[in-house]
């Protein structure tokens, strides 16, 4: 403590649990008193019927990891106008499980400043830690305006830079789910597409995560295609242009039977655009979509789709080809991968965030697939160029 004669404070070391002390100091002593916070919380999944989510659903605290629990509890304490700073990860942004945090959050506190780190493999690397981490600065009870995004490569901050963003831009106006989007651009390259501005919903298509979850259905999947299966697609069986199916290099299966316990799984054979849900820590982009085109399974009256891939769908059965294909560009375009970086820092893409994404009209998609179908193999520049048609 050589700094605490320097300032009027009185030092106390509490020996004990974060989690029980806060929730004791909230319900039995003085809940408020103090003014600033500095936190670099553990992060760990709460058990939902551990004592730890019982104590914290006390204080009417709903959430799933330590770290939101420690910045709940640390908000509560606060007085108003009290600042916090806390290094956590990205991904209490978006995402279902972490919507009640959310709204706590943006209920009793103003966002004030976001850094990101665009190398997450460098920042935290002393710690092993290699998922997307953000710095946040709130204030209790502060009135939200504009927020500073910052970002840096690395710790070293050398490469620093800060740009305000309106509110608006950060937690998207009657978004029900209250995304926070962190932009590391003055400005979002779909403000200037007017044009992009349809829900899935809207234009009648669906998406849903692949429904063949293999390690339950081992009875009924195969190695290799033989006699009563169909073909299992796995995100291995696509490249960005090209199915492989069956993939003889990938250690994945290629087929499962089509029978009375896996009909229900199955789709009918059709043009399908799919998402891979997973990709690498530092693989350059977050969404990759492909096509799936029905003459690559001649024989097949169905298709099973692996729990590692999304799938826009019409009603589980397959779209016009030209929508598919059209979907297909728009989502391997840098700007839509761009946008949903903005709010995604983890390397999942749920089929919820795919729903709650903006996307051109059917007729703008469908005259993007017909142009795909004439031009055949495409580059990243010939995608991006043609998204540019959409401006008008």
């Known amino acids: 403590m050589e700094y605490a004669g320097r300032?009027?404070?009185t030092p106390q070391i509490v020996?004990?649990?974060f989690i029980v002390e806060a929730v004791n100091r909230l319900q039995f002593d003085r809940p408020h008193g103090f003014t600033h916070a500095i936190l670099n919380p553990p992060y760990?999944?709460?058990?939902g019927l551990s004592s730890h989510r019982l104590l914290l659903r006390a204080v009417g605290i709903e959430t799933v990891n330590l770290y939101?629990?420690?910045?709940?509890?640390?908000?509560?304490?606060m007085e108003q106008g009290g600042q916090i700073v806390a290094i956590i990860p990205r991904s209490f942004c978006n995402g279902p499980y972490y919507r009640p945090f959310r709204e706590l959050v943006l209920e009793h506190a103003a966002i004030r400043h976001m850094h990101l780190f665009a190398a997450r493999n460098k920042a935290f690397k002393d710690d092993a830690i290699l998922q997307e981490n953000v710095i946040i600065r709130l204030e209790r009870g502060g009135t939200q305006g504009a927020v500073d995004i910052s970002t840096s490569t690395d710790a070293t901050f050398a490469d620093y830079s800060e740009h305000a963003h309106p509110f608006e831009h950060i937690v998207v106006p009657h978004d029900r789910e209250q995304f926070i989007h962190i932009p590391t651009t003055e400005r979002n390259a779909f403000e200037l597409f007017p044009t992009i501005r349809y829900t899935l919903a809207d234009l009648g298509i669906k998406v849903s995560t692949g429904p063949v979850v293999d390690f339950r259905m081992r009875q009924h999947i195969r190695d290799m295609p033989e006699p009563g299966c169909v073909p299992l697609l796995y995100?291995?069986?696509?490249t960005r242009q090209v199915i492989e199916w069956p993939n003889l290099r990938s250690k994945k299966p290629n087929a499962i039977q089509h029978n009375q316990e896996t009909e229900k799984w199955l789709y009918p054979k059709g043009f399908y655009a799919v998402v891979r849900r997973f990709s690498s820590k530092e693989?350059?982009?977050r969404i990759v979509a492909s096509v799936v085109e029905p003459r690559a399974f001649p024989n097949a009256p169905k298709l099973g789709f692996e729990n590692h891939l999304n799938v826009f769908h019409n009603d589980k059965h397959g779209l016009p080809e030209a929508l598919a294909r059209g979907l297909t560009?728009?989502?391997n375009t840098t700007a839509v991968d761009a946008f949903f970086r903005r709010f995604n820092g983890h390397t999942q893409v749920n089929a919820t965030d795919l729903k709650l994404m903006k996307y051109p009209d059917r007729d703008h998609l469908t005259a993007l697939g017909e142009w795909a179908k004439m031009r055949g193999k495409l580059t990243q520049t010939m995608?991006?160029?043609q998204l540019e048609t959409l401006k008008a």
């Open 7 to 9: 300032l009027p404070l």
């Open 15 to 17: 020996k004990g649990d």
């Open 44 to 47: 760990k999944k709460i058990n």
């Open 68 to 77: 939101s629990a420690f910045v709940a509890l640390t908000l509560a304490l």
């Open 235 to 238: 995100s291995r069986h696509f």
């Open 283 to 285: 693989e350059k982009r």
């Open 329 to 331: 560009v728009y989502l």
């Open 383 to 385: 995608v991006d160029e």
